[in-house]
């Protein structure tokens, strides 16, 4: 496979997440009645939870006013810019599976933040009174993955020095 067909994988894919997310933010908010229910239960450590996320990753930067908004919205757009160009440069594959999950997560929160004014947030996973995770979303799930394949590869593929070369040609003749 060449890797211009990577990349076009990569950017089905993208498109894949985006799609994928958008549909279960459309079933919490139509079918399910989540917002009108609040909460259900699922299982005893997961919960589809009713949460309208003014800010960005971890509640910051908090959306107050309409400007901030669209503010948001232009800057979140921007990153996922930046990345769609990255992904038009990149070679390797496990980068281009890692930047596919960060776009199409981008841009289905880009889409609600648009929309709605906030990016719906459902997946409440805890033990008891733990949650180890903020309520988040299939975006959110598929951006983290994405980042944390882009950090490994990063971290795991790093080029060996090589060792340096004699000064002096004759360093190198072995012995008699």
């Known amino acids: 496979?060449?890797?211009?067909?990577?990349?076009i994988a990569a950017m089905a894919?993208?498109?894949?997440v985006f799609a994928?997310?958008?549909w279960v933010k459309a079933l919490a908010a139509g079918p399910w009645h989540l917002r009108e229910a609040g909460q259900i239960e699922l299982l005893p450590f997961f919960n589809l939870?009713?949460?309208e996320n003014h800010g960005v990753s971890?509640?910051?930067?908090t959306a107050q006013s309409v400007e901030m908004r669209w503010l948001l919205v232009a800057l979140t757009g921007?990153?996922?810019l930046a990345v769609f160009i990255w992904m038009l440069r990149e070679k390797g594959r496990a980068e281009l599976?890692?930047?596919?999950?960060?776009?199409g997560g981008a841009l289905g929160n880009i889409s609600d933040r648009w929309r709605h004014g906030f990016v719906i947030d459902y997946a409440d996973l805890h033990f008891g009174d733990f949650r180890p995770f903020l309520i988040f979303n299939l975006a959110d799930a598929a951006i983290t993955i994405g980042v944390l394949i882009i950090l490994a590869r990063s971290l795991?593929?790093?080029?060996?020095?090589?060792?340096?070369?004699p000064e002096n040609p004759a360093d190198t003749a072995p012995e008699s």
């Open 1 to 7: 496979m060449s890797i211009a067909a990577h990349r």
């Open 13 to 16: 894919a993208a498109g894949l």
């Open 20 to 22: 994928l997310d958008q």
């Open 49 to 51: 939870t009713w949460t």
């Open 58 to 61: 971890l509640g910051m930067l």
């Open 78 to 80: 921007g990153i996922a």
């Open 97 to 103: 599976a890692g930047l596919a999950l960060v776009l």
């Open 156 to 165: 795991l593929s790093r080029e060996k020095p090589k060792p340096a070369a």
